[in-house]
T-cell receptor, first 115, second 108 residues
C-alpha cells in the first residue's frame, strides 16, 4: 500500500531546459496538490487538481509552469525554460476527497536544481 | 483572505526546556488546523490535527478561537525534535495553506 510517490527525487537541469516532475497519488485518491518549497522559505501552494480538472491554480506562476492529472497515469508538473529561481523542492500531496477533514498525504519531494 | 502566520523563523532551545511554536490564523469560516513536521529533507508528516485533540511525541496544541491561535507546545524538548514545523489550515476545498514554518533547533 504505497504512499504518494514522486519521481525523480533529484533533477538537475540547465537553464532553458524543461523539467517534468511526476506524482503518483495514494491508490484511490483523486485529489492532488503541488507545493513548492524554496530555499529558506516555507511551503507555497501551487495547484490543486482532480482527475482531468484543474480546480485551483492560484499559486502557479503565470508563465512556463503547467500541471495536469490525466485520467490514467501520474500527475505531472511541467516547468519549461527553467531558470535558476526555479531551484526548489516540489512536493506533491494527495487526498481521497475535498471534504474538509480528510488527511492529506505528502510525497518525499522532488529536488530541482537549475545550473 | 485566509492566512497562517508563524512569527518565529528560528527557535533555539536547550534539551529539556519547554518549547512553544506560535501560530495565528485568519479565516472567515471554521478552519481545520494542523501541525506538520519535516525532518531534514524528508516528506512532511502530520503531527497534530486540532479536531483529534491528541498528543503526539509529547506535543500538544490548543485551538483558541478568541485569539485565532493554534500554538504548538512541548514541556521538555528532545534533540530529536529538531526539525521544521509548519502550521496549516484547510479551506472548504480541503486545500492546505501553510505558514512560513519555524525551524526548531534543540541543543544538548
Amino acid at each position: 500500500n504505497a504512499g504518494v510517490m514522486q519521481n525523480p527525487r533529484h533533477l538537475v537541469r540547465r537553464r532553458g531546459q524543461e523539467a517534468r516532475l511526476r506524482c503518483s497519488p495514494v491508490k484511490g485518491h483523486s485529489h492532488v496538490y503541488w507545493y513548492r518549497q524554496l530555499p529558506e522559505e516555507g511551503l507555497k501552494f501551487m495547484v490543486y487538481l482532480q482527475k482531468e480538472n484543474i480546480i485551483d491554480e492560484s499559486g502557479m506562476p503565470k508563465e512556463r509552469f503547467s500541471a495536469e492529472f490525466p485520467k490514467e497515469g501520474p500527475s505531472i508538473l511541467r516547468i519549461q525554460q527553467v531558470v535558476r529561481g526555479d531551484s526548489a523542492a516540489y512536493f506533491c500531496a494527495s487526498s481521497p476527497g475535498q471534504i474538509s477533514g480528510n488527511t492529506i498525504y505528502f510525497g518525499e519531494g522532488s529536488w530541482l536544481t537549475v545550473v | 483572505a485566509q492566512r497562517v502566520t508563524q512569527p518565529e523563523k528560528l527557535l533555539s532551545v536547550f534539551k529539556g526546556a519547554p518549547v512553544e511554536l506560535k501560530c495565528n490564523y485568519s479565516y472567515s469560516g471554521s478552519p481545520e488546523l494542523f501541525w506538520y513536521v519535516q525532518y531534514s529533507r524528508q516528506r512532511l508528516q502530520l503531527l497534530l490535527r486540532h479536531i483529534s485533540r491528541e498528543s503526539i511525541k509529547g506535543f500538544t496544541a490548543d485551538l483558541n478561537k478568541g485569539e485565532t491561535s493554534f500554538h504548538l507546545k512541548k514541556p521538555f524538548a528532545q534533540e530529536e525534535d529538531s526539525a521544521m514545523y509548519y502550521c496549516a489550515l484547510t479551506d472548504s476545498w480541503g486545500k492546505l495553506q501553510f505558514g512560513a514554518g519555524t525551524q526548531v533547533v534543540v541543543t544538548p
